[in-house]
């Protein structure tokens, strides 16, 4: 059974900064590009990041230079990094999973970051 689990989200003042994490199981994690979205109340989920199984990376244009995904392959684990954050950065963040091989995807619960003042 594939899962996997999201955590490290909280209330965070603006200009401050928060690490998600996320850990996955019942997969062979180094064949999965690994991403994370965000969801707003009233918007679309949209995708923040994404670290491949190789290792590159993409940002969404908002995050860029202010957000880091990584990965720990010994841990089945990919981290964001979140600095600077923004109160329009306040969302649902989900972590998702796409296998390189057969193209199962994956979504954990969700962890609440919330921006404010």
């Known amino acids: 059974q594939v899962q996997l689990a999201e955590s490290g989200g909280g209330l965070v003042q603006p200009g401050g900064s928060l690490e998600l994490s996320c850990a996955a199981s019942g997969i062979i994690f180094s064949i999965n590009d690994m991403c994370w979205y965000r969801q707003a109340p009233g918007k679309q989920r949209e995708l923040v990041a994404v670290?491949?199984?190789?290792?590159?990376?993409n940002y969404a244009e908002s995050v860029k230079g202010r957000f880091t995904i990584s990965r720990d392959n010994a841990k089945n684990t990919v981290y964001l990094q979140m600095n600077s954050l923004k109160p329009e950065d306040t969302a649902v963040y989900y972590c998702n999973r796409v296998s390189v091989v057969d193209g199962r995807s994956t979504w954990g619960q969700g962890t609440q970051v919330t921006v404010s003042s």
């Open positions: 670290i491949t199984n190789g290792g590159s990376t």
